[in-house]
């Protein structure tokens, strides 16, 4: 079975200062995805990461993808309050080429502070 | 171009009545998921369709759930004799043929509450 464990659960950070959220899952996929949810809404797409060494950037977000460590990171740059939300990673069961569906970390919940 | 829409938002039940939540998928998609989430959870999958098929089910739970996706309207989450456990927010999510990247769209969500 597959499972994806985020870390942390938590985040409360000072706006300007620089954080990374980890995703970690357990058997082979190729393919990765970032969500944002804001509280009582529903899930907003950030990242696709489709290969090994893959790395998108938007903003002061970027995620990158290691398929062989089965890690996929997000990484904060300066937060601002803005970004306060919670961030989900989701592995999708498919692998080469089929539709599957996501198998969801539990979320980590980012709280960006003055 | 509509989003993913699905209703009610939110929907209030006594045990032991049925809940039906419905989706219709984004223009041009044709494949449809259905998600549960519990609170400070992340989603859980429960099913996943095309037009008039069910693809996968291995998240449905065996008794009391159903779901469709007739070939004409909205696709359906059915729950019959709801009990308080079933209180949760359900996500539809629809993607398009890409079967590269397979972006999940998702709706707003039906906030469902069992009295």
């Known amino acids: 079975e597959l499972k994806v464990e985020q870390n942390p659960l938590f985040l409360s950070m000072q706006e300007g200062k620089n954080y990374t959220i980890y995703c970690n899952y357990s058997t082979t996929s190729d393919r990765l995805y970032w969500y944002r949810q804001d509280p009582g809404k529903s899930l907003e797409s950030l990242f696709v990461?489709?290969?090994?060494?893959a790395v998108k950037q938007e903003g002061r977000l970027m995620a990158s993808l290691d398929t062989k460590a089965r890690l996929s990171t997000l990484h904060i740059t300066a937060a601002v309050h803005d970004l306060s939300a919670t961030y989900f990673c989701?592995?999708?069961?498919?692998?080469?080429?089929?539709?599957?569906?996501?198998?969801f970390g539990k979320g980590t919940k980012l709280s960006v502070k003055p | 171009n509509a989003g993913v829409m699905q209703n009610p938002r939110h929907l209030v039940r006594r045990r032991g009545q049925e809940a039906r939540l419905r989706c219709s998928p984004m223009k041009g998609h044709s494949h449809v998921y259905w998600y549960r989430q519990l609170p400070e959870e992340g989603l859980k999958f429960m099913v996943y369709?095309?037009?008039?098929?069910?693809?996968?089910e291995s998240g449905m739970p065996k008794e009391r759930f159903s779901a469709e996706f007739p070939k004409e309207g909205p696709s359906i989450l059915r729950i019959q004799q709801v009990v308080r456990g079933d209180s949760a927010a359900y996500f539809c999510a629809s993607s398009g043929l890409s079967k590269a990247k397979n972006i999940q769209y998702f709706g707003a969500g039906t906030r469902l509450s069992v009295l």
């Open positions: 989701a592995v999708d069961m498919g692998y080469g080429g089929s539709q599957g569906n996501l198998i």
């Open positions: 990461l489709l290969s090994n060494g």
């Open positions: 369709l095309q037009k008039e098929n069910i693809i996968d």
